[in-house]
């Protein structure tokens, strides 16, 4: 699936990544994904999208980037 | 941001706050003990007065902040929760105050009772500690060099209290133990099994992230923690033999030696190669901190190989003063002034509400005072460093370090007081907005 947004945190400073995707939970809709990359995982994050009713899928490369996608539940 | 978003998981923020605004005021004490004691503090590394400057500087300042920042930085960096932090937040914060208050006035009074009662705090508090943060540690299903390392620095902490408890119990009880060899690997550990390896722990994680760098390569941050575990192990076992392995133990304490010298030379380059090339305090507390690393640890290697170092009284107090002000406390004052604006700006989320805006990070702690502590520190480190060839600049340096100290207290409490400002003010709005809007005048 294509993501509706891509959020590109690899070159913010925390936690402007963290506050980006908060704001873009507000937009997202039933079925549609936000793509978040970033340089670790975001364990905060976790933690709000599971007591909040998100679903995430994180991958991650062999450089120890990340690539989170998050969708509602 | 989403309604009613919750945020309940991370630990209350008393937790990390008390010991991170309890750590200055020990190296305030410091700096006061300096300016009372004068040149007698740092004549010998053997005198108990050197000894509980020591101790108030690496327990009081040092460990109390990295607890706080362990108990903290689990659950962010590593996802690893930490078995009812409130419990494990009180008994260590309580056992370390009041142990290391004990244990200074021991090395002061020469009364055994002291050492006595400060073996019962610092070994409980700090075991039980050690043990929570190692089974939050094992149970964590995240994996990477961070991971590692902290498991890796939790042990060395447990050889470093065992061994410490052992000296002081020695003191205590007046046992006949072999106290110089003890102490030499106790601060061993102390220093390198427990401080440097949690620094490393942590650096993996947050150079690359605050500072934009790439990250640390592959061939360092896999071997470094357990080559230097494996070092300090072989080393400290080579004391046992008698007559003592010295070749042997020469050639381990070098290559101990290499390990973090090519830790910091390779923090330096990653920072020389981040991203946004802002200077910012935690930048430069970051520089100090490796360039002192590269400093202490090329004047161990010159103590092991030229004898003329070694037999030279001032030598370990060089290396003392370069790893404690010039390493520890450096990264830890820069540290925290990335832990707390984050912490706060994490916390004040679960206040606000769709439309109202948690203010900004760099609002919680101004700049312009953090960049002021880094000058102060800079002098009371160079001052401290002269006092071993010029002794009266220890007065001086005494006031550098207590004024350092005092401004980084200062700083961490007015970050504190912006949190509950700044959460009073999100409360405020939100109730503003919650009120029925009242019918006009007739």
Redesign the interface.
């Known amino acids: 699936m294509a993501p509706k947004q891509v959020i590109d945190g690899r070159?913010m400073?925390?936690?402007e990544p963290?506050e980006l995707t908060?704001?873009a939970?507000?937009d997202l809709a039933e079925g549609e994904e936000l793509l978040l990359l970033l340089?670790?995982?975001p364990?905060?994050l976790?933690?709000?999208l599971r007591?909040?009713g998100y679903v995430h899928d994180t991958r991650v490369a062999d450089?120890?980037s990340v690539e989170v996608r998050i969708r509602k539940a | 941001?989403?309604p009613?978003?919750?945020?309940?998981?991370?630990p209350p923020i008393s937790v990390p706050y008390r010991f991170f605004l309890t750590a200055p005021l020990f190296g305030i004490a410091a700096g006061l003990f300096l300016l009372w004691q004068g040149p007698a503090a740092i004549a010998s590394r053997w005198s108990p007065l050197s000894l509980a400057l020591t101790h108030l500087l690496a327990v009081g300042f040092m460990l109390m902040a990295m607890c706080g920042a362990m108990l903290q930085v689990l659950?962010?960096?590593?996802?690893a929760n930490i078995w009812r932090p409130l419990l494990v937040t009180r008994l260590t914060h309580a056992g370390l105050t009041l142990g290391t208050l004990l244990l200074v006035a021991g090395f002061l009074a020469e009364w055994p009772l002291l050492f006595k009662l400060a073996v019962a705090f610092l070994t409980v508090s700090l075991l039980f500690f050690a043990l929570a943060v190692l089974l939050a540690l094992l149970r964590t299903p995240?994996v990477?060099p961070t991971i590692v390392s902290l498991r890796i620095a939790v042990v060395g902490l447990f050889v470093t209290v065992i061994l410490g408890a052992t000296l002081a119990t020695a003191f205590g009880w007046h046992l006949s133990l072999p106290l110089t060899h003890l102490t030499h690997v106790h601060a061993a550990w102390g220093l390198g099994g427990w401080s440097l390896l949690l620094v490393a722990g942590v650096g993996y994680?947050v150079v690359?992230?605050?500072q934009?760098t790439p990250?640390y390569p592959a061939w360092l941050s896999r071997s470094y923690a357990w080559a230097l575990f494996c070092l300090l192990l072989a080393w400290s076992l080579a004391w046992l033999p008698d007559p003592r392995p010295q070749a042997l133990q020469t050639l381990l304490a070098c290559l101990a030696a290499l390990l973090p010298l090519a830790f910091a030379v390779v923090t330096l380059r990653l920072q020389g190669r981040r991203?946004?090339k802002m200077v910012e305090p935690t930048l430069l507390f970051w520089r100090l901190g490796a360039g002192s690393l590269i400093a202490a640890m090329a004047v161990l290697l010159l103590q092991q190989l030229l004898p003329a170092v070694d037999a030279y009284v001032g030598t370990p107090f060089v290396i003392g003063t370069l790893l404690i002000v010039g390493v520890f406390m450096p990264l830890i004052s820069g540290m925290l002034y990335k832990i707390m604006p984050?912490l706060n700006?994490?916390h004040l989320?679960k206040t606000g509400k769709?439309g109202l805006v948690v203010p900004n990070?760099r609002d919680m702690i101004p700049e312009a005072r953090m960049f002021m502590q880094f000058r102060l520190h800079l002098a009371a480190l160079v001052l401290l460093l002269a006092a071993v060839a010029l002794p009266v600049l220890v007065y001086p340096a005494g006031l550098a370090l207590a004024a350092s100290c005092l401004w980084l207290e200062r700083n961490l409490v007015t970050g504190t007081r912006n949190f509950i400002r700044f959460g009073e003010e999100l409360k405020a709005a939100v109730a503003r907005e919650r009120q029925p809007e009242r019918p006009a005048a007739a």
Do not use: C, H, K, T
């Not at chain 2, 009613?4 to 991370?10: I, K, V």
């Not at chain 2, 659950?75 to 996802?79: L, M």
């Open positions: 070159d400073m925390p936690p963290l908060l704001g939970l507000d340089r670790g995982r364990y905060p976790y933690d709000i007591r909040n450089d120890g | 941001m989403q009613g978003l919750s945020f309940e998981q991370a659950p962010v960096a590593a996802g995240a990477g994680f690359p992230m605050f934009l990250s991203r946004r984050f700006w994490l989320q769709p990070i």
